[in-house]
């Protein structure tokens, strides 16, 4: 995982008022945005997710166009955008488990977190797995004691 620039082509469409981004360098890697502020935080959003997928399946990242060498777009721009595939699967992570999320970051394990919680070894492995989570609430009480703990 990696951090990665690529030049997005942003461009304001009069008629449907909403900013149009593409990036020239990476295949379906496309966003929109009502404001230039949503356009340039679903830019962020659509790269890192295409640049991480392509990572995850071993595709090839291809390389970025030089800024200046990029066609400005009629009433639009070129702007760099910042890809951080590391950062991004946090998120990931994090969104997907945030119990096993907590307890990797805390430098636990499931033994050491079945023993912090009092709770049976088996469950914890479950949750570890992605199974049999417990309701929101309580993975929110569940996360505050692993990180009160650290």
Known sequence: MSKYIFPATF???EKDKVYYVNFPDVDGCFTDGATLTEAMEN???????MVWSMEQQKQAIPEPTPRDKVK???????NLVVADTE????VIDRENNPIKYARKKAGLNVKGLAELLGAPYRTVQEWNAGNRMPPKWVQR???E??????
């Open 11 to 13: 461009q304001w469409d």
């Open 43 to 49: 830019a962020d959003d659509v790269l890192n997710l």
């Open 72 to 78: 400005v777009p009629e009433n639009g721009f070129v």
């Open 87 to 90: 950062a991004y699967q946090d």
């Open 141 to 143: 009480l569940i996360i």
């Open 145 to 150: 004691k692993i990180e009160a703990n650290m």
